[in-house]
């Protein structure tokens, strides 16, 4: 699993330390500064080129905001989660348009935060995958921009089919005529054979994808499976 860098800007030294704590409970992100004010996070934050920032709102010497711009105008690659008191709508509305990750309010729940780093590295994981092709479809396009689904929309799913992982599964189906197998799909969502073929057999039940026996080649038979809606 790739590695996620997290850079933290707060200037309570312990609420630093929770965070970064938070950080290191979940597998695949790592510290990789801490800073306390304005001049530490822009130094830092230039040098080291984090994937993600974890900023407050509320310092001494500037508001997170305008550090905010400050990342955007530029790093384009640098995400912001935003971990702060503030609950002024104004500011969230500010935040939100300047492209904000995540807002959380402080006091923080960590399983509020793992939800946003895991909802990161797919997201991520996403915007790799399409450098990948030549072009897109709306199916790959929804897949990245809707980062949250309803109740409604997963309530159906059987036991063992996430939603996130499904919409990977078809948005990589419908960019390859000729079809894969479930060891060639497991590779490219980071899951193991048995697990691709899980998904596979899932939408082959719901007539989404058609199955097919493959001859080719020495050893068994493999399923081929096309995406066929």
Do not use: H
Request: glycine fraction near 6%; charge should be negative.
């Amino acid at each position: 699993m790739r590695s996620w860098e997290v850079f933290i800007v707060e200037d309570d030294i312990r609420i630093a330390e929770i965070n970064r704590r938070f950080v290191e409970k979940i597998d695949g992100f790592s510290v990789c500064g801490i800073a306390l004010n304005e001049e530490e996070a822009k130094e830092q934050i230039s040098i080291l080129k984090p994937d993600l920032v974890i900023l407050d709102i509320y310092f001494p010497d500037m508001n997170g905001l305008d550090l905010l711009r400050w990342i955007r105008s530029e790093f384009r690659g640098i995400e912001v989660m935003m971990i702060t008191a503030a609950t002024e709508a104004e500011t969230l509305k500010n935040a939100l348009e300047d492209g904000i990750f995540d807002y959380i309010v402080k006091p923080v729940i960590f399983q509020r935060f793992k939800e946003t780093l895991l909802n990161f590295n797919e997201y991520k994981l996403s915007i790799q995958q399409i450098t990948a092709l030549n072009e897109l479809n709306q199916s790959i396009i929804d897949s990245i921009l809707k980062r949250e689904k309803t109740e409604s929309e997963t309530s159906y799913l059987p036991k063992g089919i996430d939603r996130i992982t499904l919409d990977k599964v078809i948005s990589i189906l419908t960019c390859n005529k000729i079809g894969y197998t479930a060891e060639d799909l497991g590779q490219l969502i980071g899951a193991s054979r048995t697990t691709a073929r899980r998904y596979l057999e899932y939408l082959v039940s719901e007539q989404k994808v058609s199955a097919d026996i493959s001859y080719g080649g020495i050893g068994r038979p493999e399923r081929i499976y096309k995406y066929s809606k």
